[in-house]
């Protein structure tokens, strides 16, 4: 398989998203292609050893498509970005996959304008793979579309579902819609409306309302919402985290004595990091856009830059995309009118 | 100050509630007034030393709302509940304030038909106060309306502005939007409607769009948001405080070293609790209605249900809703038609 990369997208930049995409070169992602700026990128890829270099190739965008910039309209905008030429390139057959970590948003969005819909979908979603108590869940929508419409979380499930029984090997996940409360009763609009949508999809392990602090028990594999929910719980979760490992630090360093039982203990503090670590999974794929487009954050370090150049690999390998589009159609959830009359989503 | 307290509600009823109210009992919270049925009430009642005893009054009431009953008709189809009943103590001048640890969303509800909101107010809010890694945060709404108007948001800003002054005596409290992003450009259509509202506010310092990973930091002291992602956005948090414990208790005590080493370590590891630990707080304020009414966690235990009741007697002690009505008619946030028209609120 053949990835290309937004060398440009990331915090980081070129300097570290090239020599970590070149980590994650294997049978499967076989090949890379960086798309950006020349005078950024290509001496990241002559740093490189002869046979990584062979295995890479250096595609021009004089563009960038920053952060700022309105997800609906940034990469339509810039056709010489280096997320418009990344997509491009996945479209035209020239790479199978696509990963950057730039603006979620414009990438869902370029996405949805150069690549187009698995023919059914109606939009695309992102998800994110989070670590749990035992094994893994999904969460989505994760901001692709930040004010959906009810069927649209429908296909979300139907989607997840797929993703999760062919790369995450889930027999027969089981979905639940985010909510305020687990009651029937509970929710907002949006979720009153979708949960009965959701009750009849045939053959769908459905279980009903969840509370996000559910997330990361690992007795759910699938979390439906909304982008804008998605993204709030997540980073909520991340937030939170972030706080206890800071509160831990500074309690377990405070006297000389905790300092050396600390020392001592570091091999099992090391190993609670690594079980929450989102490093360890990296990239968030685009689902239910024709290709295999993976998100990864804006913050990835080196790690998750390569798992995201791997998964992106293994999406178009398990073709992702022709399986959402049988399991669409077999659910049989009617698509809206055009989806042109819908307008362009919320950043 | 004479507390109601519906001695009902919550998971572990009335021998929790009772005992952990009468632990409240101080120079502000000089009286309790628990109402509920009286075959569970009383009994603990009689079980108390003569002097509390003293101090406590029973009110009867048969009925109970449920956790499944919709919010927004429970309290007006059971007048005799413990909660309608509680609030029209309030309402007749014959108690300060209320607590509630049974439905949050249908305290909201009943407190908004029997109690009435604050004049100028038209929706009131629900507010969790977080421990942070330096002072303490306001989360609102947490659920009261999960699907609110725009300056329904400016409203809830201002409210809590006012709360934080004369109750957390933060002098100019920072205030932000929850959002999926810091940028401009970033939020669902509510978000992106609400943001120029607020910037509109004078004298508020009011630093826009945050991303929920700073709930806990420490650095802004009020987060607004619609009561469904506050929700969502605090289960996140508890969720992912609740499993990282979880991971962190198995590995300290992986091997028998571990074990004697986590038993070295066990007082900052009691610290770290207690910083994070929400029983410390216990109790958040329905801000805009016009008196004073807590709601605790379903989940409360001791702690929490005695913070409570002594931030019901603190709230009604420095009258907070004349002071909001102030505030909003200062700020003069121009109020919508008749809230009569604006339908009940969602569960």
Do not use: W
């Not at 280096?82 to 969005?109: N, P, R, Y």
Request: hydrophobic share 45%.
């Amino acid at each position: 398989m053949r990835v290309a990369i937004d060398a440009m997208g990331g915090d980081f930049g070129p300097s570290l998203v090239v020599p970590a995409s070149v980590k994650a070169l294997n049978e499967e992602a076989s090949h890379l292609l960086f798309v950006g700026q020349r005078s950024e990128v290509i001496k990241h890829l002559d740093a490189l050893e002869s046979a990584d270099r062979a295995r890479c190739e250096f595609i021009e965008a004089p563009d960038i498509v920053e952060m700022s910039e309105h997800a609906a309209t940034s990469v339509r905008k810039k056709p010489r970005s280096s997320m418009a030429i990344g997509l491009k390139l996945v479209e035209d057959g020239q790479a199978d996959g696509f990963v950057s970590a730039g603006h979620s948003g414009a990438v869902m969005t370029g996405a949805l304008a150069i690549i187009g819909r698995v023919p059914g979908v109606e939009r695309p979603a992102l998800v994110t793979v989070l670590p749990t108590l035992r094994g893994r869940s999904m969460l989505l929508d994760l901001g692709a579309t930040t004010d959906p419409r009810p069927h649209y979380l429908v296909q979300y499930a139907i989607m997840a579902v797929t993703y999760s029984r062919l790369v995450m090997g889930v027999a027969n996940p089981r979905v639940g819609l985010l909510s305020n409360g687990e009651e029937r009763t509970k929710g907002n609009q949006l979720v009153q409306e979708v949960l009965p949508l959701l009750e009849a999809v045939p053959g769908m392990n459905f279980i009903g309302n969840v509370e996000a602090k559910e997330l990361l028990r690992g007795d759910i594999e699938i979390f439906v919402t909304d982008g804008f929910t998605g993204n709030v719980a997540l980073k909520s979760m991340e937030g939170a985290v972030s706080v206890l490992t800071d509160i831990l630090r500074e309690e377990v360093t405070r006297t000389p004595f905790r300092k050396a039982l600390a020392l001592l203990m570091r091999p099992a503090l090391r190993q609670v990091r690594t079980r929450l670590d989102y490093e360890e999974i990296g990239g968030a794929p685009l689902l239910g856009v024709n290709g295999s487009v993976i998100v990864a954050h804006g913050r990835s370090r080196e790690r998750a830059i390569a798992n995201a150049v791997r998964v992106a690999a293994r999406t178009a390998a398990q073709e992702i995309p022709a399986e959402i589009e049988r399991a669409i159609r077999s659910a049989s959830v009617a698509p809206s009118p055009p989806a042109s009359s819908a307008g362009l989503p919320h950043a």
